[in-house]
């Protein structure tokens, strides 16, 4: 129980870390201090953390990973929009 606590809450902190960096730029309406190479490697990591998780039948992997992954799947495309509205 304890060990499922510890991994529920590193889930938890995991899932929601991109949420500020996306609420920046989407206010700012810049990606200019962004990485795409940092945010590529960590989706294509959330990415198989997921397929892992799907093979050991782990929920708290699954979710984590999957949650974390929509959140860089959104940052990745507004990295995108931000940088081209700049490059126009």
Known sequence: ????????????????SFIPQIVKVIKTKSAKDVS????SQL????SLWTVY?????NVII???NT????????????????SKEKTQ
């Open 67 to 82: 949650v974390t992954l929509g959140s860089l799947i959104i940052a990745l495309f507004l990295y995108a929009r931000y």
């Open 1 to 16: 129980m304890f060990w499922e606590l510890i991994g529920f809450l590193a889930a938890t902190l995991t899932m929601f």
């Open 43 to 46: 989706a294509l990591g959330a």
């Open 53 to 57: 998780g799907i093979h050991l039948h």
């Open 62 to 64: 699954i979710m984590a």
């Open 36 to 39: 795409v190479l940092t945010l």
